[in-house]
Structure formats: structure tokens, C-alpha cells
């Protein structure tokens, strides 16, 4: 009834358990909590990607059915951000919603996102005109949403490369982009 953390020594033995749990149960029950790749208390943070990652199962921990975690003992050193700090700045977006589109564009800077020309990477997000195009943590894609004002026209996913629509969506979460906003 609640999720499972299971520790093991070492971040390869943790991605080799997580293998074999996936192997063996419904692979959307296993999630590897992946190692940030530094040092607890160091002041650089983890690769945008390894980011996403851990603040997407962090987001599932508050609100998916039960499964199981599986992680490194080195990574339990590293601090996470509060229940309360993650719930807060998850911002949920719909079709035909009306949005100050400036506070919002605000709050997504507080949040991780780093303002770019074009969107490449998780954590970033574009402005041009009434188009903002952003790549939240949780999706394999990023999103294109069209505001007329401060009314949100549409919500659609897009490839990076061609820059086609794959997609239309009638909501969203943005999920913060960063661990470290948080803290």
C-alpha cells in the first residue's frame, strides 16, 4: 500500500537491481532515483537530464500509487527538498485557461528554467511573442503553448529537431526544473 525504497551500496548495483525488479514486475512500478554525480554539500549542481529525473520521482512519490524506488546508500547523503516546497511550485496549466502569462514566465525562472532562444534541453524554456516553448522534467518532449493575451489558446507537444506538432494536450504540470530552488 505505500512505496518501497530500496537501498543498495553502490549507484551500479542500484541500476542493476532496478533492472532486474523491472524484469520481473510491471516496469512502471521501478524507478531508479539516480545519483546526482557529485558530492553531498558541493555547490555544482547535477546535469540538467539527472535533475529532471530526480525531481520527476520526487513528484511520483506525492502523488502516484505505490511502487518502488531504487537507489544508492551514497545518494541518501544528499539533501532533498521538502513535501511542501515541491507541491507548492508545481504549476498546472489547461486549454482555454487564463493565465497571467508575465507572473507565470516569472514564476518558471524561480523555478530552474533557464530562458533560452530555442528550446534543446529539460529545464529550458523559450519566449516569442504569445509562444512559449518549455521542457518540464516529466515529458520526453518539450511543449508549445499559444497564448492569445493571457488566455492559453493551445497546449501541444513538439519534436525538437522539425519542430512539428506531435501532439495536442488539454493540460499540463510544469514540474520545477531544478532540485535546487527548493532547498
Known sequence: EKPVLAVLPTE???EDFSQDLKFFLNEEQVFLYPSPETLPFEPQAAHQEIQASRME???????SKPFITVTSAANLMHRVMPREGLSERVVTLKKEEEVQRDSLLATLQETGY???SMVEERGEMSVRGGILDIFPPMYANPL???FFGDDIESIRSFDIGTQRSLGELDEVRLLPARETTLL
Do not use: D, N, V
Not at 520521482?57 to 502523488?63: A, N, R, S
Open 114 to 116: 533557464s530562458r533560452m
Open 144 to 146: 508549445r503553448i499559444e
Open 57 to 63: 520521482l520526487l513528484f511520483k512519490l506525492l502523488t
Open 12 to 14: 551500479e548495483a542500484a
